[in-house]
């Protein structure tokens, strides 16, 4: 009865004009890239139920037994990929910094506007006065505009709220999402240490944090991850891996805002506990970049971050060189990156970080994946992964991070 049941679901898309499965990148675990790795198959078909990929190739090969299945023809006009991972994204948040970007484009820098209580803080206090359903509201809205985009897993961290009440508010709307838009994946992020709050003290927010909030998250299953900004005025390295290495024992995969806007050698750090990941690395030393190239964690690059802060991009090329894993996200948040299109941070990767096509495909497939722990079951296409991918609207991957911003 199951078995004609889940038969019965079973389509197929064919003459698809590329399917790209990514299994070269698979085969390298995302390292030293090549544009061949993408794994272009022309007139492609796949065959999928709800759940998994049954069957990739050429449509001429699609074997008998499913000659038989709803089928859909693209007619050569549009590709295949695997669904697009945005790896890092502050989604939950309420609140503008409109002001504070006026201020900026005339001028002030970033860490001085934080330096005078604003920034981060200015989201804070918003994010607090703000319902769980204006929240929920709000990150709704916004995961449909990733989605329209390509974007189909998204990961969302906490880290607006800087109390324990606030930050579990925050990761429980990262709940209602997973419940409201089941053809999405989302994966839950605790950055509780995101800024130093302005109504306790330092040594108190960090016990909060060690003591309460993160055993709390971990009760309620409210993040797979635990996530800690390493940088100067926010938290030094020995409190980041104070807090990191309390999240592993509890279970949490683990995260680092790391060598952002000074270098703290916080990418070292990652490498040394092990994290999934190390982000933004603007500052990133020599060091810090051989760490990452002998480590499983992945370098997940934020270009549009370093455009929206008018900072130097980080050295992708150097990184990439070394053998190191590099994922592409957007960092979407109100402050230093206030974008949701994964693909304009493809087409800065390609301009202003001289990353190829491989690479780039790779940073939103199988090393973002691998990022966020799902690279057995996401970012490639072949028969066994989820059911997770994208129909194109044009004829060749290219398109996608060619064009600027659409
Ligand atoms: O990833 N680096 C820390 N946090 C954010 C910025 C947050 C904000 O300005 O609201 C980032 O860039
Ligand atoms: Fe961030």
Same mark, same amino acid.
């Given at each position: 009865?199951?078995?004609?049941?889940?038969?019965?679901?079973?389509?197929?898309?064919?003459? %698809?004009?590329?399917?790209?499965?990514?299994?070269?990148?698979?085969?390298?675990?995302?390292?030293?890239?090549?544009? %061949?790795?993408?794994?272009?198959?022309?007139?492609?078909?796949?065959?999928?139920? /709800?759940?998994?990929?049954?069957?990739?190739?050429?449509?001429?090969?699609?074997?008998?037994?499913?000659?038989?299945?709803?089928?859909?023809?693209?007619?050569?006009?549009?590709?295949?990929?695997?669904?697009?991972?945005?790896?890092?994204?502050?989604?939950?948040? #309420?609140?503008?910094?409109?002001?504070?970007?006026?201020?900026?484009?005339?001028?002030?820098?970033?860490?001085?506007?934080?330096?005078?209580?604003?920034?981060?803080?200015?989201?804070?206090?918003?994010?607090?006065?703000?319902?769980?359903?204006?929240?929920?509201?709000?990150?709704?809205? @916004?995961?449909?505009?990733?989605?329209? +985009?390509?974007?189909?897993?998204?990961?969302?961290?906490?880290?607006?709220?800087?109390?324990?009440?606030?930050?579990?508010?925050? +990761?429980?709307?990262?709940?209602?999402?997973?419940?409201?838009?089941?053809?999405?994946?989302?994966? /839950?992020?605790?950055?509780?240490?995101?800024?130093?709050?302005?109504?306790?003290?330092?040594?108190?927010?960090?016990?909060?944090?060690?003591?309460?909030?993160?055993?709390?998250?971990?009760?309620?299953?409210?993040?797979?991850?635990?996530?800690?900004?390493?940088?100067?005025?926010?938290?030094?390295?020995?409190?980041?891996? !104070?807090?990191?290495?309390?999240?592993?024992?509890?279970?949490?995969?683990?995260?680092?805002?790391?060598?952002?806007?000074?270098?703290?050698? /916080?990418?070292?750090?990652?490498?040394?506990?092990?994290?999934?990941?190390?982000?933004?690395?603007?500052?990133?030393?020599?060091?810090?970049?051989?760490?990452?190239?002998?480590?499983?964690?992945?370098?997940?690059?934020?270009?549009?971050? #370093?455009?929206?802060?008018?900072?130097?991009?980080?050295?992708?090329?150097?990184?990439?060189?070394?053998?190191? @894993?590099?994922?592409? #996200?957007?960092?979407?948040?109100?402050?230093?990156?206030?974008?949701?299109?994964?693909?304009?941070?493809?087409?800065?990767?390609?301009?202003?970080?001289?990353?190829?096509?491989?690479?780039?495909?790779?940073?939103?497939?199988?090393?973002?994946?691998? /990022?966020?722990?799902?690279?057995?079951?996401?970012?490639? +296409?072949?028969?066994?992964?989820?059911?997770?991918?994208?129909?194109?609207?044009?004829?060749?991957?290219?398109?996608?991070?060619? !064009?600027?911003?659409?």
């Amino acid at each position: 009865m199951a078995q004609k049941k889940s038969a019965s679901t079973v389509q197929a898309f064919i003459h %698809a004009s590329q399917v790209y499965t990514g299994e070269g990148i698979l085969l390298k675990e995302g390292r030293m890239i090549d544009s %061949a790795d993408v794994g272009t198959i022309p007139d492609g078909a796949v065959v999928f139920d /709800s759940k998994k990929i049954l069957w990739v190739g050429p449509t001429s090969e699609l074997p008998l037994k499913y000659k038989s299945v709803k089928k859909t023809s693209l007619k050569n006009k549009q590709a295949i990929m695997p669904g697009l991972i945005d790896s890092h994204t502050h989604l939950v948040f #309420a609140g503008s910094r409109a002001h504070e970007f006026a201020r900026r484009c005339a001028g002030t820098t970033y860490q001085e506007i934080a330096n005078e209580g604003g920034g981060i803080l200015t989201t804070v206090k918003s994010t607090r006065e703000a319902s769980l359903e204006t929240l929920f509201e709000l990150a709704l809205k @916004r995961a449909l505009i990733s989605y329209r +985009l390509g974007v189909r897993t998204i990961e969302c961290k906490s880290g607006y709220g800087l109390d324990h009440q606030t930050e579990l508010k925050c +990761l429980e709307v990262v709940k209602h999402l997973k419940q409201a838009l089941p053809q999405m994946t989302f994966i /839950s992020t605790y950055l509780g240490a995101h800024a130093i709050p302005t109504d306790q003290k330092k040594s108190q927010y960090l016990d909060e944090i060690l003591h309460k909030t993160l055993p709390e998250v971990k009760k309620k299953g409210l993040a797979e991850f635990c996530d800690v900004f390493v940088d100067e005025g926010y938290f030094s390295l020995s409190e980041g891996e !104070r807090i990191l290495r309390a999240a592993k024992k509890l279970g949490f995969k683990l995260k680092i805002h790391a060598d952002e806007m000074g270098n703290t050698e /916080s990418a070292r750090l990652a490498a040394k506990v092990e994290a999934h990941s190390a982000d933004h690395l603007l500052k990133i030393s020599d060091k810090g970049i051989q760490a990452l190239a002998k480590a499983d964690t992945v370098a997940t690059l934020l270009p549009g971050t #370093a455009f929206y802060l008018k900072a130097a991009y980080a050295p992708a090329r150097k990184i990439l060189d070394a053998g190191a @894993r590099v994922a592409i #996200a957007t960092d979407f948040n109100p402050g230093s990156c206030y974008s949701l299109n994964l693909p304009l941070m493809m087409n800065l990767s390609a301009l202003q970080m001289g990353m190829n096509l491989g690479e780039i495909f790779a940073g939103v497939t199988y090393s973002a994946a691998a /990022s966020l722990g799902l690279e057995t079951r996401k970012g490639t +296409l072949l028969p066994g992964y989820d059911s997770d991918f994208v129909v194109l609207p044009y004829e060749h991957f290219e398109e996608m991070y060619y !064009r600027m911003g659409w």
